[in-house]
């Protein structure tokens, strides 16, 4: 028969795991509310993403189609599923800076002065720095920021060369540049899959990571298209 002692301690024991049990819960709910946050956020900017394109035909849905296509990049280049949602995140807020830009700008037909294209170059650094305050998009954040440097350095906002560039941005840059060739412009027709990718193969290694680029056409191949 046990002893009072024995007793008390397995009594002590029951308390101490119920507690540990409580606590994984509470930390459970925490972690589901965190998810829950993340998402309502994300779908607020999104929001106004899609607000803004949704005034312009030529750009209408271009955000959700360069996040799609990244995300299928990402994976293909083989990064971590963490890292690929992250690419896949910073795809659909990529142009989130443009609200700062002035309509006259973003929709003037014909080509931007000098001062104009100062303007709209703000827009990675401005995007960048509406979601820097989440603290959850903080590698979205960078993705943001960088999305139109290229290969060769002459992109901006940093002129960041090769490897520098973060390989997430260079992932967005590509189906970037590859939905814009194939989506049309009040300027110019939607150019079909196959003069979108012998531009693009043309850009590999000068404006565009050449492994990205490749790994861009591999995924058309599979997809069949
Ligand atoms: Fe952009």
Redesign the pocket.
């Known amino acids: 028969m046990a002893s009072r002692v024995e007793r008390d301690a397995a009594a002590d024991y029951r308390r101490l795991h119920a507690a540990y049990q409580q606590s994984l819960r509470y930390a459970e709910d925490v972690r589901r509310l965190y998810h829950q946050l993340q998402r309502a956020i994300c779908q607020s900017l999104l929001g106004l993403a899609n607000a803004l394109e949704a005034k312009d035909q030529y750009t209408r849905g271009h955000s959700e189609r360069v996040s799609a296509l990244s995300r299928r990049l990402a994976a293909a280049l083989g990064l971590a599923p963490a890292v690929v949602d992250v690419v896949a995140q910073a795809g659909l807020l990529?142009?989130i800076?443009?609200i700062g830009v002035p309509e006259a700008i973003l929709r003037k037909p014909g080509p931007l002065s000098p001062q104009e294209w100062t303007v709209m170059r703000a827009?990675?650094v401005i995007?960048a720095q509406i979601v820097a305050p989440f603290e959850f998009f903080e590698r979205a954040s960078r993705v943001i920021r960088h999305?139109?440097e290229r290969w060769d350095g002459s992109g901006y906002p940093d002129g960041l060369i090769g490897e520098d560039i973060p390989l997430e941005a260079r992932i967005v840059a590509v189906a970037?540049v590859f939905d814009a060739l194939t989506s049309g412009r009040s300027y110019r027709p939607a150019l079909g899959f196959d003069a979108a990718c012998a531009l693009l193969k043309q850009d590999a290694g000068h404006t565009l990571d050449g492994s990205v680029v490749a790994a861009l056409l591999g995924v058309l191949e599979l997809e069949g298209r």
């Open positions: 990529h142009d800076g443009k827009h990675p995007g999305h139109h970037d």
